[in-house]
């Protein structure tokens, strides 16, 4: 049965190529990531493209905090909808050539293998200068709303703090088990837990909301050649984008658990961001900032139980203790709240890696 699902998906994919010019090319496929979206490079000997490969009977956690049950199945319509409006923002993103939706089938620019982390690889020093060009895409993007905001409005999902409280439900349901097995703690946690984001959240909006990509980090972002042979920051990955909280973003290439870039690169290239906005509070931003900043790596935090739990993937485990770390960063200051939450019911020797599953069959 399993060989003749396979079988159809192959005779889908090969369809496809054959009616958009890519006849007899054997996709090859790149690395996958957490999710059950795949792509394939396609070399004609001529020119290059990548495949998108996101079958529509794919299980996909709702990324938007839309529906109660945040499984749902795959589409790759979003990806049509946000390509067009991130080339009308200026943004340098990949060219859809052909793109079948039912068949969850995309054809899309090839930017190459030269991520801002590969870079960041290369040329260690170059680090202050790659986060400063993202940055000021964070910028471009964000002065281009005040006149390409009503646009998205009519076609990406507007954030509420309902949208954010039932993202962290993964937070409750599949990674505090692994650390407070106790169920009348984990109770008294989740009861606490919930009250707290009842007045942490709302903090999130101090500063209003943007467009916002919703994971933007160096991984998504690209050094791609341009006609006149200088360096774009090429942008992938975007699918998911949202109307949100405006420092989220920022948040997300900042306060990475994957890669570290210190509080001291952070808070210069805050001030970058903040004197962009003649008119931004920053008392106002640091309370806003830390609030998605609680948000995203509690939703993170969920995301690798979930992964462990319902998948087997427990490689993101290394990234737990820092992604605690992260979410404590200024909590004292900004979000005392969380800072006493935390303390109460995640004891430090909690915040390292689970050691164990409910089932330890297919952990990786």
């Avoid at 054959?18 to 394939?40: E, F, H, Q």
């Avoid at 030269?114 to 790659?130: D, F, G, N, V, W």
């Avoid at 088990?177 to 106790?182: G, H, Y």
């Amino acid at each position: 049965m399993v060989s003749d699902v396979v079988s159809s998906r192959a005779d889908a994919i090969k369809v496809f190529l054959t009616t958009n010019g890519w006849a007899g090319v054997v996709p090859v496929p790149l690395v996958d990531d957490a999710s059950a979206r795949k792509y394939y490079r396609l070399d004609d000997g001529r020119q290059t493209a990548l495949l998108m490969d996101f079958p529509p009977d794919a299980v996909s956690v709702d990324p938007h905090g839309i529906h109660e049950n945040p499984e749902r199945l795959a589409s790759v319509a979003p990806v049509i909808t946000t390509t067009a409006l991130f080339l009308q923002a200026g943004w340098r993103v990949p060219v859809i050539y052909a793109s079948d939706v039912t068949q969850g089938l995309v054809l899309i620019e090839d930017f190459g293998d030269l991520t801002l982390t590969h870079a960041l690889e290369l040329t260690p020093t170059s680090k202050p200068a790659l986060y400063l060009r993202a940055v000021d895409q964070l910028v471009a993007l964000h002065r281009h709303c005040g006149a390409g905001m009503e646009t998205a409005r009519g076609h990406l999902v507007h954030y509420q703090p309902a949208n954010f409280k039932r993202m962290l439900e993964s937070f409750k349901t599949d990674y505090l088990p692994l650390i407070v097995p106790a169920p009348a703690k984990r109770v008294a946690a989740i009861t606490d837990f919930d009250a707290m984001l009842d007045r942490v959240l709302p903090q999130c909006w101090r500063v209003g909301d943007v467009i916002i990509h919703r994971d933007y980090h160096v991984d998504n972002l690209m050094l791609v050649e341009n006609d006149e042979g200088e360096e774009d920051c090429g942008i992938i990955d975007f699918q998911d984008a949202a109307i949100a909280p405006r420092p989220y973003d920022l948040v997300s290439l900042l306060r990475d658990v994957r890669h570290d870039i210190g509080p001291e690169l952070e808070s210069s290239l805050k001030n970058r961001y903040c004197a962009a906005f003649d008119d931004l509070d920053r008392s106002d931003f640091e309370t806003s900032y830390a609030a998605c900043n609680m948000v995203r790596n509690f939703r993170i935090l969920g995301r690798f139980g979930w992964l462990a739990i319902k998948a087997g993937k427990r490689r993101y485990f290394d990234f737990i203790p820092h992604c605690w770390e992260l979410i404590l960063r200024d909590a004292d200051q900004n979000l005392p709240e969380l800072a006493t939450w935390i303390a109460t019911y995640i004891p430090a020797e909690a915040r390292l890696a689970p050691t164990m599953l409910p089932t330890d069959e297919g952990a990786q």
